[in-house]
Nanobody
Framework: QVQLVESGGGLVQAGGSLRLSCAAS????????MGWYRQGPGKQRELVAT???????IYGDSVKGRFTISRDNGKNTVYLQMDSLKPVDTAVYYC???????????????WGQGTQVTVSS
């Protein structure tokens, strides 16, 4: 069982910055990958960024150069620094973790409840 709790969302003006946090808790063997996805109004959920235990990152094309993902493995926490925000970034941002709850378990995906980010003009 893995619980993910996001924080840091809010309202910001275009060009501003926000920092999102997601902390994982519960019983698990290992969390291999953590990341962020978002879903804007009338849109499908899309990849924002992911990061592995070793620090390898992947970014969605729409956020490259503006967002930075980082991870504190000791705290099982992932962060998303969002700079140069645009109105098109307005969405619910969801934390995701790919984890094993035991050595014999396969990798399963877990989701947080989401945090709203609204960017005004």
């Amino acid at each position: 069982q893995v619980q993910l709790v996001e924080s840091g969302g809010g309202l910001v003006q275009a060009g501003g910055s926000l920092r999102l946090s997601c902390a994982a808790s519960g019983r698990f063997f290992t969390i291999n990958v953590m990341g962020w996805y978002r879903q804007g109004p009338g849109k499908q959920r899309e990849l924002v960024a992911t990061i592995t235990n070793g620090g390898s990152t992947i970014y969605g094309d729409s956020v490259k150069g503006r967002f930075t993902i980082s991870r504190d493995n000791g705290k099982n926490t992932v962060y998303l620094q969002m700079d140069s925000l645009k109105p098109v970034d307005t969405a619910v941002y969801y934390c995701n973790a790919q984890a094993r709850i035991s050595l014999l378990s396969g990798i399963s995906g877990y989701w947080g409840q989401g945090t709203q980010v609204t960017v005004s003009s």
